[in-house]
């Protein structure tokens, strides 16, 4: 016997897995329950999805079976595609948002890290500073280039600090003082009794 059955089937455009369930009724009727499950949907709003039941004689199926099946088929098929692909694009989000979720954590630890190093780097100036030693504080404050937001309030703090030893850039008063005797050293200056006794030398032979 030749049938046209599974051709038709063929013909039905559906994404998933066909499933036919046919139990007798009564009167020598069929009940027939076609069942379309997409295992690519992870979508679990899927499983509320009935399945279409249907209940007639053996001649109404030969004549209409595909003609009411193809409309509902293909509408289930096309919201589970769109349940897929609906998930898909949560998912997808999910990702984005937990890597930008990572990513903007990363750039707050690093954040934290950064001003944490200056908090430190200003903290060591201001003792290096109570200590007297100013070079050494102006040398702790960080560079400006590092910390392009604090970029004025680095350069009042190393002002403050080269004010307090500026000087000593070109050499304080204790280092000129230090200077002279150096100086003195060129011309030395003779005891008085000697120059005394050329005096009296002289005197001597002109009488």
Same mark, same amino acid.
């Not at 199926?61 to 769109?82: A, H, N, R």
């Not at 903290?123 to 040398?139: N, P």
């Given at each position: 016997?030749?049938?046209?059955?599974?051709?038709?089937? /063929?013909?039905?455009?559906? =994404?998933?897995? &066909?499933?036919?369930?046919? =139990?007798?009724?009564? !009167?020598?009727?069929? #009940?027939?329950? +076609?069942?379309?499950?997409?295992?690519?949907?992870?979508?679990?709003?899927?499983?509320? #999805?009935?399945?279409?039941?249907?209940?007639?004689?053996?001649? !109404?199926?030969?004549?209409?079976?595909?003609? %009411? #099946?193809? =409309?509902?088929?293909?509408?289930?098929?096309?919201?589970? +595609?769109?349940? !897929?692909?609906?998930?898909?694009? &949560?998912?997808?989000?999910?990702?984005?948002?937990?890597?930008?979720?990572?990513?903007?954590?990363?750039?707050?630890? &690093?954040?934290?890290?950064?001003?944490?190093?200056?908090?430190? /780097?200003?903290?060591?100036?201001?003792?290096?500073?109570?200590?007297?030693?100013?070079?050494?504080?102006? +040398?702790?404050?960080?560079?400006?280039?590092?910390?392009?937001?604090? %970029?004025?309030?680095?350069?009042?703090?190393?002002?403050?600090?080269?004010? %307090?030893?500026?000087?000593?850039?070109?050499?304080?008063?204790?280092?000129?003082?230090?200077?002279?005797?150096?100086?003195?050293?060129?011309?030395?200056?003779?005891?008085?009794?000697?120059?005394?006794?050329?005096?009296?030398?002289?005197?001597?032979?002109?009488?």
């Amino acid at each position: 016997m030749n049938t046209n059955f599974f051709n038709q089937i /063929a013909q039905l455009d559906f =994404t998933g897995n &066909l499933q036919l369930t046919i =139990t007798k009724g009564v !009167e020598n009727n069929l #009940i027939v329950l +076609v069942y379309l499950n997409n295992e690519q949907c992870g979508d679990n709003a899927k499983n509320l #999805i009935p399945p279409l039941t249907y209940n007639g004689t053996p001649q !109404e199926f030969d004549e209409e079976f595909f003609e %009411k #099946i193809t =409309t509902p088929v293909q509408k289930v098929s096309g919201l589970m +595609v769109d349940m !897929e692909n609906f998930q898909m694009q &949560l998912d997808d989000a999910k990702k984005q948002s937990a890597m930008e979720k990572d990513k903007s954590d990363k750039e707050k630890k &690093l954040q934290d890290a950064k001003d944490k190093k200056y908090k430190d /780097a200003m903290a060591k100036a201001d003792e290096l500073e109570k200590e007297g030693k100013y070079r050494d504080a102006w +040398v702790k404050v960080p560079e400006p280039a590092e910390y392009p937001e604090k %970029k004025e309030e680095i350069i009042k703090r190393r002002s403050e600090l080269s004010a %307090k030893f500026a000087p000593d850039l070109f050499g304080t008063p204790q280092e000129q003082e230090k200077s002279e005797p150096q100086q003195e050293g060129l011309y030395p200056n003779y005891p008085e009794s000697e120059e005394n006794d050329v005096y009296y030398e002289e005197d001597e032979q002109e009488y």
